[in-house]
């Protein structure tokens, strides 16, 4: 495997349980499988640095940033947050404001510059077998976050900040058993990877520049 000499690029991963990776090992994370691929293709990037607890809504990682700081100035920034909000049934109008304020948080972290931040979008739990253990229906989660990350999309757009919509595959494979950590809910290291393929021309991309 390949590792990052002391020169290496630095990584700061934002989010929630997508980005932490809740129930796979550090190793299978996507923003860790993300580094990895970026280095066995010869770009030095430090393994991230992830700020992202499981649960967390928009304005609860922005207190953890908060609390985090001083963070100081990054090479690369990621971002991938708003799933607990559609959980708790917050809008996708309020939703937009805080994204974008998060968003700006990533940017001044990546130095202001926008071709070195890139956003994923909400991948859609409503496939999951857990959401037969809520109140929701498949056809509500998928409407409310088509509605929130058409929110991030735009505010991404305004900013030119790269957003890798990883929704459709998350929809097409994420009812697989192998997709599916042990809880029923969250990705496994596979579906991490599906990922992974999807945000690895982006991040090479940006990170050539």
Known sequence: MATAPATALSFLALGDSYTIGEGVPESGRWPVQLARALREE???LTDPRIIATTGWTTDELAWGI???EPLGEWDFVTLLIGVNN???GRSA???RGEFETLLQRA???ARGRADRVMVLSIPDWGVTPFVETTQATPAQVA???DAYNAAAQVVCEAHAVAFVDITPISRERGAEAEMLADDGLHPSAAMYALWTAQALPVARSLLQR
Do not use: N, P, S, V
Request: charged share 30%; proline share 0%; glycine share 12%.
């Open 66 to 68: 908060d609390g985090a």
């Open 42 to 44: 010869g770009i030095a």
């Open 107 to 109: 940017l001044r972290c």
């Open 93 to 95: 109008t309020d939703f």
């Open 143 to 145: 409407t409310e976050l």
């Open 86 to 88: 559609q959980y708790r």
